[in-house]
Structure formats: structure tokens, C-alpha cells
């Protein structure tokens, strides 16, 4: 094994330890990206079929699916929820969650060794791109030869990058299509390296240009940035065109069979969004228009704008998100800054060469995504431009180097001044060690230790979500309020029907089924849902320990609820969806107070109005009130679970009576009926 291989080695066994050392518990807990990502996966494995939704996306899809319903599929080509996501991901994500289970760890370890491979590409890339100007053998000297150093400077740079770290140990797609991005250019490259040599093998010039274009493609399966690095490859080829017509005219042919493969490797998704455009365009539009930077009406002026914002971010004014970045902290340390400067500066001054035309425009396609977003610099969008930049910061060192090295040879006296060369490979080591350093103090010490890391990571979601799993099989988990993202408690659930939310607002309680306990989760700061729980039941244990969430704990909750809620047994089904069990009365001052347990026959894909009316002697109503469920809509209900609701009207002033109580239930966007009305009396007196 050679010395730069051992290099090689360790840089990539750095990589690897910056991207998976406490994977499963930094960043702490789970974020509902992650999680979201982690349930359609976990779907995968549980052999479900598609489209799968969780906390209303269907609402968004129903746009999409208006005049064109969806085709169930056990394997989509791509997830529809959460603004909708590219599939590769989620299907490496399956396989690992078969391999390690429903944990943090397998949801992040998909992206983590997607950062230590792209490490590992990034060598190879950069040797192909500069192939005619590196010696394959190791040099004698170790400051001769200095530009033979670039493809493992540039994989170090890569390694140590804290944006490259951080988004490796997100579970999102974005550091997946690095990978994939670095083989890509590393084919490209060798197929071009060899069309400038007349003994290359047309074969092999031919198989590389190929190679590419399937890489091309496929990188439109991970993620939607990567829908624009093909602009990269047009741009260079016209360049290519320009400056050396014969050369790709000569090669038209492989041009285009690398272009053709391409689409053919993208066709499956491509087709998908010829046939539901509202994916292609919904998450670009939501990106580009959400954030403190966006100009409304004007996006041409947001994205000039977002230039200078992406060129701070790069240097003094980094990203505040929290769950992107230390707030503030530049994409660049100190050192990589100056020397990325270095590195753009010297890749300018090349003019008109290929490789360097190609990197300058390659940091260009790829700074894109996050120059045309509304809140630049965005991080995670810049994740495509972390290889070239990596490449460019390596450049850099190599010109500083250089440029050093001339010094000492020209200052030396008799030959003797610096011609060991120790105190400037000193100084190459300082620099490198002093970059490493910075990455270790502002992630690892200060990144970690930030006190918000906790509640943008949802850890307190998580811990319910584990708690709630720990629970005997059979016991019907509640949360209140209602709270829009649950992706995090269901994962760690691992099963989006452990837990069923209500808003706690109301008067309705949900009780679980006959023979059951409820397990209720009330937010400390919902007191009137605790109030209410706690009168309603008679039996019950309570935990109020935890700050994030108290624990009411019902025994045989259902029959519980029957007991206090009923006086009236009814067996009324409403098209075998819903029956009605029994219902009880009182009445107060020009008042009238209506129970009604309902208990769910199956699954109910619409959230059905209920109505109760008082109907005087000659049919008219003369009191109503209709509404969704209080605060728990039917589609949430699951068989055989019971809920109590409570519907209070106000009867007119000179009402005798008798009145006759009618209940049932209806669509409220079409009014039809979900079976007949329930007549409960026909003798109700106030």
C-alpha cells in the first residue's frame, strides 16, 4: 500500500468517526423530517402500500389526485407526504431499519455513510479532474510535486467540513446525492481524459461517458436539487463546443448516448411528473417563496439578493437555524475560508482551461439551490456544492503552498536555508490541524452543548413517543392538545395508530374500547383538559413528574365512560361505521345538555358533521347544533373505539314540549347522509 493510500485511509477513518460517533443520540432526539422520512420506510419494511399519509398530507395530495386518483403501489417511485421526497432515500433507509430496527441510528446512518463515501469519491474526483497534472507514484519529497497532494487535501477538507459532518448525521437526503454527484464527475472525467489521447480505447472513452449519464439520472431520485447538476454538464459541453469543436465533434456520439442514458435512468420519476406535475413544482415553489429573504411577486430580485447572503454565508454569516447550523457560524472556519479564497482566485486566473472552467462552474450550479430559495443561505440546500468547495479550499493550499515553497527557494543562502523544508511542513500541518481544531470546537463542543438543541431536535417528542411505546399491548395511548407534527411520536411508536391525539378543548372524550385502559398524555399547560379527564372518570392513577407531559392512566376506561354518560342503551348503526350506544339528557335554564357514545364499526376515510336537533310537535326544529366531533374528527376514530361527546343547545324561551331528539351524522362538502337519522325520544320534555 502506498503512502497517499494510507493517507487516504485515514482521512476517510476520520470522516468516519466525525459522522458516526453517537449517531444515535447527536442530535439528540429525532426531528420530524427525519421521523417522517423514517415512517414511510418503516412502511416499506411493514409491506404496506402507497400512498402513505400521516398528519393530513392527503390534504395537499387531494390537488394532485383531484381528477386523477392515485394507483396503490407497495413500491412508489415517489413518497407524496411531507411536500413529497424522492424515493432512493427512503429505500436505503428501509433496508437499514430492516438491518438495525425503528431507531435514530438507522434513520441517520443512511446519510453518515453517504458523508464518509463522498469523502471517499471526492479523492477520486479530484485526481480525475486534475489527472495530467498529478504523478501517480509518491513523491520523494514531500513539499516537491505539491498539486499530486490536491485529491487528498481536498477529501481531508471534505472530512472536517462541519455542514458536510452536520447533514451526515441528519437523517435527510441531501448528503445521499453526494455520493452519487462525485461519480458522476469522476466518470465524465475520465471518459473526456481519455478523448484527449489518440491511443485512449474508443470502448472505454465510450463505457465512461455512459456510466455518467446513468449517474446523471439517477441522482433525480435523491433529491430535488439535483435536478439542476445536469445544467452543469450542458454548460460545459457548450464551452467544450466552443473552444474545441473538432473534439466534440468527434465525440457527439458519446455526448449523446451519456445524455440519452440519463433520461432513460430518470424516465420512472420523469413520467410520475408528467402525470402529477403538482410534485414537480409544489416543494420548488414552497422553497422559493418561504423566508425572510423572499421579495413577493419579485423572485429576481430575491435571488440577486440571496448572492451576496450565500457569499456571507460562506465567509463571516452563516445560517442561524438551529437544527442546521451553530446560528451565525460561516460555511468556512477561518483557514478553509482563506484558503477556498486562495483557490477561487488561482482557479480565475486559469482563463480558459476545461478543469478549472468545469469546477468554477460546478460551484455555480450547485450554490443554486440555495441562491433561488426565499431564506439563503440555506445549508442544507448548499450540500451540492460541498465537494467543489472542498475541492476549491484544497486548490488553495496547494497555490498557498507553492507560493511559500518559492520563497524559501529564493531566500535560501547557499542552498541551505529552507531546503529541508521541516518548517514549512510544519506550517502546511499547523494549518490543518488548526482547521480540525475549529471543526471540533464548534460542533463537537459548542454545536453540542447548545441549550435549544434539545427542543429543535423534538427530544421531548421522542422520550413521550418511548414512553407511550413502553405501554401493555392493548392500551389506548391519548395526547392533548392536538398537535400538527406527530411523525417523531410515531416513529418511536413505530406505528402511526399507537397514539391518537385530541384537542382537549371541548367536550368530547375519548375513551378507547370496551375492556381496554386508556393511557391519557395532557400537556402541562392544557388544565382544562386535565380538569375535565380527571371529573369525568372515576378510577384512575396519576403522574404529574414530568415537565413536558402528565400521565392519567383509566382502567377499563370505555365501560367507565358508559357508566357515567349513558341512561339510555341504544345498538343504532349508521351504514355499519359507526354505532350509537346510548345517550343521556339533562336540562338547565332555557338549556338542554345531550351525551351521546358513539363507538367506530371501521375506519371512516371522511370527517363526518354530527348533528343533534330538537324537533317540536308540528316537525319544525326549534333548536341544532351541528359540528365535527369536538375536537376529534372521525377519521381518527379506530374500530371499536368508543367516544363520548356532549352537545349543549339553547331551547327557545316558551319551549313545553314534548320534542323528539334526533341524531346522525353527514358529509358536510356533499350533505349526504351517513345512513338514517337516530330518533333517540320522541317524548323529551325540558
Known amino acids: 500500500m502506498s503512502r497517499s493510500h494510507v493517507v487516504l485511509l485515514l482521512i476517510v477513518l476520520l470522516a468516519a468517526f466525525l459522522r458516526l460517533w453517537q449517531l444515535d443520540t447527536f442530535p439528540p432526539g429525532l426531528y420530524h423530517d427525519e421521523a417522517y422520512n423514517g415512517l414511510d420506510a418503516l412502511s416499506l419494511v411493514q409491506g404496506k402500500a402507497f400512498p402513505q399519509f400521516y398528519e393530513g398530507w392527503e390534504l395537499y395530495a387531494q390537488d394532485a389526485h383531484a381528477d386523477n386518483p392515485p394507483t396503490p403501489t407497495r413500491w412508489p417511485i415517489f413518497f407524496e407526504g411531507n411536500y413529497g421526497r424522492e424515493p432512493l432515500h427512503v429505500y436505503l433507509m428501509a433496508v437499514s431499519i430492516w438491518l438495525f430496527g425503528a431507531t435514530p441510528f438507522a434513520i441517520r446512518f443512511v446519510p453518515a455513510i453517504s458523508g464518509v463515501l463522498a469523502v471517499l469519491l471526492t479523492y477520486f474526483a479530484t485526481?480525475?479532474?486534475?489527472?495530467?497534472?498529478?504523478?501517480?507514484?509518491?513523491?520523494?519529497?514531500?513539499?516537491?510535486?505539491?498539486?499530486?497532494?490536491?485529491?487528498?487535501?481536498?477529501?481531508?477538507?471534505?472530512?472536517?467540513?462541519?455542514?458536510?459532518?452536520?447533514?451526515?448525521?441528519?437523517?435527510?437526503?441531501?448528503?445521499?446525492?453526494?455520493?452519487?454527484?462525485?461519480?458522476?464527475?469522476?466518470?465524465?472525467?475520465?471518459?473526456?481524459?481519455?478523448?484527449?489521447?489518440?491511443?485512449?480505447?474508443?470502448?472505454?472513452?465510450?463505457?465512461?461517458?455512459?456510466?455518467?449519464?446513468?449517474?446523471?439520472?439517477?441522482?433525480?431520485?435523491?433529491?430535488?436539487?439535483?435536478?439542476?447538476?445536469?445544467?452543469?454538464?450542458?454548460?460545459?459541453?457548450?464551452?467544450?463546443?466552443?473552444?474545441?469543436?473538432?473534439?466534440?465533434?468527434?465525440?457527439?456520439?458519446?455526448?449523446?448516448?451519456?445524455?440519452?442514458?440519463?433520461?432513460?435512468?430518470?424516465?420512472?420519476?420523469?413520467?410520475?411528473?408528467?402525470?402529477?406535475?403538482?410534485?414537480?413544482?409544489?416543494?420548488?415553489?414552497?422553497?422559493?417563496?418561504?423566508?425572510?429573504?423572499?421579495?413577493?411577486?419579485r423572485p429576481w430580485l430575491t435571488w440577486l439578493l440571496n448572492i451576496g447572503r450565500v457569499v456571507r454565508g460562506l465567509y463571516w454569516q452563516g445560517e442561524t437555524h438551529l437544527r442546521h447550523n451553530l446560528p451565525g457560524r460561516p460555511y468556512l472556519d477561518p483557514i478553509q475560508a482563506g484558503l477556498f479564497t486562495f483557490g477561487l482566485l488561482h482557479t480565475l486566473r486559469q482563463k480558459l482551461n476545461p478543469r478549472t472552467v468545469f469546477l468554477l462552474l460546478w460551484l455555480l450550479v450547485m450554490l443554486l439551490p440555495t441562491i433561488m430559495s426565499g431564506d439563503a443561505p440555506h445549508f442544507g440546500r448548499m450540500t451540492g456544492a460541498a465537494g467543489v468547495v472542498a475541492?476549491?479550499?484544497?486548490?488553495?493550499?496547494?497555490?498557498?503552498?507553492?507560493?511559500?515553497?518559492?520563497?524559501?527557494?529564493?531566500?535560501?543562502?547557499?542552498?541551505?536555508?529552507?531546503?529541508?523544508?521541516?518548517?514549512?511542513?510544519?506550517?502546511?500541518?499547523?494549518?490543518?490541524?488548526?482547521?480540525?481544531?475549529?471543526?471540533?470546537?464548534?460542533?463537537?463542543?459548542?454545536?453540542?452543548?447548545?441549550?435549544?438543541?434539545?427542543?429543535?431536535?423534538?427530544?421531548?417528542?421522542?422520550?413521550?413517543?418511548?414512553?407511550?411505546?413502553?405501554?401493555?399491548?392493548?392500551?389506548?395511548?391519548?395526547?392533548?392538545?392536538?398537535?400538527?407534527?406527530?411523525?417523531?411520536?410515531?416513529?418511536?411508536?413505530?406505528?402511526?395508530?399507537?397514539?391518537?391525539?385530541?384537542?382537549?378543548?371541548?367536550?368530547?372524550?375519548?375513551?378507547?374500547?370496551?375492556?381496554?385502559?386508556?393511557?391519557?398524555?395532557?400537556?402541562?399547560?392544557?388544565?382544562?383538559?386535565?380538569?375535565?379527564?380527571?371529573?369525568?372518570?372515576?378510577?384512575?392513577?396519576?403522574?404529574?413528574?414530568?415537565?413536558?407531559?402528565?400521565?392519567?392512566?383509566?382502567?377499563?376506561?370505555?365501560?367507565?365512560?358508559?357508566?357515567?354518560?349513558?341512561?339510555?342503551?341504544?345498538?343504532?348503526?349508521?351504514?355499519?361505521?359507526?354505532?350509537?350506544?346510548?345517550?343521556?339528557?339533562?336540562?338547565?335554564?332555557?338549556?338542554?345538555?345531550?351525551?351521546?357514545?358513539?363507538?367506530?364499526?371501521?375506519?371512516?376515510?371522511?370527517?363526518?358533521?354530527?348533528?343533534v336537533h330538537v324537533i317540536d310537535s308540528s316537525g319544525q326544529i326549534v333548536a341544532q347544533l351541528d359540528r365535527q366531533p369536538d375536537g376529534y374528527p372521525t377519521t381518527d376514530w379506530q374500530p371499536g373505539e368508543v367516544v363520548v361527546d356532549t352537545y349543549t343547545m339553547e331551547l327557545p324561551g316558551d319551549a313545553a314540549g314534548p320534542f323528539t331528539l334526533e341524531t346522525g351524522f353527514y358529509d358536510l362538502d356533499t350533505l349526504a347522509g351517513l345512513g338514517e337519522t337516530a330518533v333517540l325520544t320522541e317524548s323529551f320534555t325540558p
Open 391 to 611: 475541492i476549491l479550499t484544497a486548490v488553495g493550499f496547494v497555490f498557498l503552498a507553492e507560493w511559500l515553497s518559492g520563497i524559501g527557494e529564493r531566500l535560501s543562502v547557499n542552498g541551505k536555508l529552507i531546503t529541508d523544508y521541516r518548517l514549512l511542513l510544519t506550517v502546511y500541518c499547523l494549518l490543518l490541524l488548526g482547521s480540525l481544531a475549529f471543526t471540533l470546537r464548534d460542533y463537537v463542543v459548542r454545536y453540542a452543548s447548545h441549550p435549544q438543541l434539545t427542543a429543535d431536535f423534538y427530544l421531548p417528542d421522542w422520550e413521550l413517543g418511548q414512553f407511550a411505546a413502553e405501554q401493555p399491548e392493548g392500551t389506548a395511548v391519548y395526547l392533548t392538545p392536538t398537535q400538527e407534527e406527530m411523525a417523531t411520536i410515531y416513529f418511536a411508536l413505530a406505528a402511526p395508530d399507537g397514539i391518537r391525539s385530541y384537542s382537549g378543548t371541548g367536550a368530547l372524550v375519548p375513551t378507547g374500547a370496551p375492556g381496554s385502559d386508556s393511557l391519557y398524555l395532557v400537556r402541562p399547560d392544557s388544565s382544562f383538559a386535565w380538569q375535565q379527564l380527571t371529573a369525568f372518570f372515576d378510577d384512575y392513577e396519576v403522574d404529574q413528574s414530568r415537565t413536558d407531559y402528565w400521565v392519567l392512566r383509566v382502567p377499563d376506561s370505555a365501560s367507565q365512560a358508559m357508566g357515567a354518560a349513558v341512561d339510555d342503551e341504544t345498538a343504532v348503526s349508521f351504514t355499519d361505521q359507526v354505532q350509537l350506544r346510548g345517550w343521556s339528557s339533562k336540562t338547565e335554564v332555557g338549556q338542554v345538555q345531550v351525551n351521546l357514545v358513539w363507538q367506530a364499526q371501521a375506519d371512516m376515510p371522511l370527517a363526518y358533521t354530527a348533528y
Open 127 to 297: 485526481k480525475a479532474l486534475f489527472v495530467p497534472s498529478l504523478t501517480e507514484n509518491d513523491p520523494q519529497s514531500p513539499i516537491s510535486n505539491l498539486q499530486s497532494y490536491t485529491p487528498l487535501l481536498a477529501a481531508f477538507f471534505l472530512a472536517i467540513l462541519v455542514p458536510a459532518i452536520h447533514f451526515s448525521r441528519f437523517g435527510l437526503r441531501a448528503m445521499v446525492f453526494v455520493p452519487v454527484e462525485m461519480l458522476t464527475v469522476i466518470f465524465f472525467w475520465r471518459g473526456y481524459t481519455l478523448s484527449q489521447q489518440p491511443t485512449s480505447s474508443r470502448r472505454g472513452i465510450t463505457t465512461s461517458f455512459l456510466v455518467a449519464g446513468f449517474f446523471l439520472g439517477a441522482g433525480i431520485y435523491i433529491y430535488a436539487a439535483a435536478r439542476l447538476f445536469p445544467l452543469l454538464f450542458i454548460l460545459f459541453v457548450l464551452f467544450w463546443a466552443w473552444g474545441d469543436w473538432p473534439s466534440v465533434r468527434q465525440n457527439l456520439l458519446n455526448i449523446g448516448g451519456m445524455a440519452v442514458v440519463s433520461l432513460l435512468t430518470a424516465l420512472p420519476l420523469l413520467l410520475f411528473f408528467w402525470q402529477y406535475p403538482y410534485f414537480f413544482v409544489f416543494r420548488i415553489a414552497y422553497v422559493a417563496n418561504k423566508g425572510v429573504g423572499t421579495v413577493e411577486d
